[in-house]
């Protein structure tokens, strides 16, 4: 079945570090991929998105690229501050179309001042 | 005006009671989820409901029943809850390909 596999966390960055948090999946057809963000005590927020191969996705100086070939969708930043500290979690659309979303398992972003 | 506003925000309770957390959407959007994140952070979907129909049920124990009496609203009530139940409740919302606005998530201790 569908599978998203995310690094293994936490990461701890300085603040103004580049950040690659790897995203790898496993999916029938031609999933939509996604980021999502979850800061402390909150819900997830829709961070970006890519609907076919090739497309980038970006907000808020993160971005993330389709990538078929390796079937990877990795998340970038090139400076982080410490209010990116947060869970991220890539996802991409099951293959049922339903709108039913598989996520990894999460990975925990530490950014030190 | 919160999007998507879930309550209660935290639930205790004993093994065995009923509980229902309740979610509704002021952004007009035709499909609600309920997703649960575990204790490691593990997200899994429950349910979804599109225009009052359930669309998803995953292989949620039945003890679990979905009711969304309008399209803004998607409750959620638990029978008989265990300690496994013990969990992070999201409701969710979107326009059908995937959900675009959490709610905070009701926080649930099962004793």
């Known amino acids: 079945g569908d599978s998203v596999t995310q690094m293994e966390g936490p990461v701890t960055l300085s603040e103004e570090a580049f950040l690659t948090i790897n995203c790898t999946y496993t999916?029938?057809?031609?999933?939509?991929l996604f980021w999502y963000v979850q800061y402390p005590g909150e819900g997830l927020q829709l961070l970006l998105k890519a609907t076919k191969a090739d497309d980038k996705g970006s907000n808020k100086g993160f971005e993330a690229t389709y990538r078929k070939e390796t079937t990877s969708f990795h998340l970038e930043k090139g400076s982080v501050q410490v209010s990116d500290s947060a869970v991220y979690f890539c996802?991409?659309?099951?293959?049922?179309?339903?709108?039913?979303?598989?996520f990894g398992q999460g990975t925990t972003l530490q950014v030190k001042p | 005006d919160t999007a998507v506003s879930q309550t209660p925000k935290y639930l205790v309770t004993q093994m065995g009671n009923d509980k229902s957390i309740k979610c509704e959407q002021n952004l007009g959007h035709d499909t609600m989820y309920w997703y649960k994140q575990d204790s490691k952070k593990f997200l899994k979907i429950m349910f979804s409901y599109n225009n009052k129909e359930l669309i998803i049920n995953e292989t949620v124990p039945n003890r679990f029943s979905p009711k969304s009496p309008d399209k803004a609203h998607l409750n959620l009530h638990i029978n008989s809850l265990e300690l496994g139940d013990s969990a992070v409740y999201f409701c969710a919302t979107g326009t059908g390909e995937s959900p675009l606005h959490f709610g905070n998530g009701t926080r649930l201790t099962v004793t």
């Open positions: 996802a991409l659309t099951g293959s049922s179309n339903t709108g039913k979303l598989i």
């Open positions: 999916a029938t057809g031609y999933p939509s």
